[in-house]
């Protein structure tokens, strides 16, 4: 069965310095994709990045990057910069190349505060 | 508009009564899906949907009902609420064409049963 684990529940990190973000995941598929959510404290969710399983090179989008190992089956999220609007809860998550259900497995979640 | 929206946003209602949560989505995607948000727990899944005919359940569907009235409608249902079902709700929908296809997420509903 597929598994994520966000191990950080809460995590604090100085205004423009550099954060990553834990999570690890189980899956025996071969074909997977890997995402980052973030939720502001209004709630909704907002996608970040994501990774594919057979991506070569670690996802990138502006100042987010994952952090893809895969030998490892770790998806760290990192954010440079840390902007005081980055505070939120961030969720990895996880879908199956080979179930064809196009199901999410989400983490328990981190919450990051960005101090100024 | 939104691309997906979930009404109400925020509902109280008490032990024992049915209440249906509402999701409408304009994204025309096939899939849908129903998620409940626990602090610790992360998103867990109640029950998706491949179209009007298709509907499954997820890893925590007691208690849940859903009805896929139409490609773009996937309602949730709590027949008899009960105080542990006090969570944040989340519609969803995918093209679900491979594992790269993500979410377009609702706004939430945030539901409390007193």
């Known amino acids: 069965a597929q598994k994520i684990t966000q191990t950080q529940p809460g995590m604090f990190v100085q205004e423009k310095e550099a954060v990553t973000l834990d999570c690890t995941y189980d899956t025996s598929d071969q074909s997977y994709g890997l995402f980052w959510y973030k939720q502001p404290s209004s709630g909704e969710m907002i996608f970040l990045i994501y990774?594919?399983?057979?991506?070569?090179q670690n996802a990138t989008e502006g100042r987010y990057s994952l952090n893809f190992q895969k030998a490892r089956k770790s998806a760290n999220l990192v954010i440079s910069a840390s902007q005081l609007g980055d505070s939120a809860m961030y969720f990895c998550a996880m879908s199956s190349g080979s179930s064809n259900t196009g199901k999410l497995i989400f983490g328990q979640g981190t919450t990051l505060q960005v101090k100024p | 508009d939104a691309d997906v929206t979930q009404t109400p946003r925020n509902r109280i209602t008490k032990t024992g009564k049915r209440i249906m949560l509402e999701c409408s989505q304009t994204k025309g995607h096939d899939r849908m899906y129903w998620y409940r948000q626990d602090p610790g727990l992360g998103l867990r899944l109640i029950y998706y949907s491949f179209d009007v005919k298709d509907i499954n359940k997820g890893e925590i569907s007691d208690g849940y009902s859903v009805s896929r009235q139409a490609q773009a409608k996937f309602s949730l249902s709590l027949e008899s609420a009960i105080p542990n079902q006090t969570a944040l709700y989340f519609c969803?929908?995918?093209?679900?064409?491979?594992?790269?296809?993500?979410?377009?997420f609702g706004s939430g509903t945030r539901l409390t049963v007193v």
């Open positions: 990774q594919g399983s057979y991506d070569e």
């Open positions: 969803a929908t995918s093209l679900g064409q491979g594992p790269w296809d993500g979410y377009t």
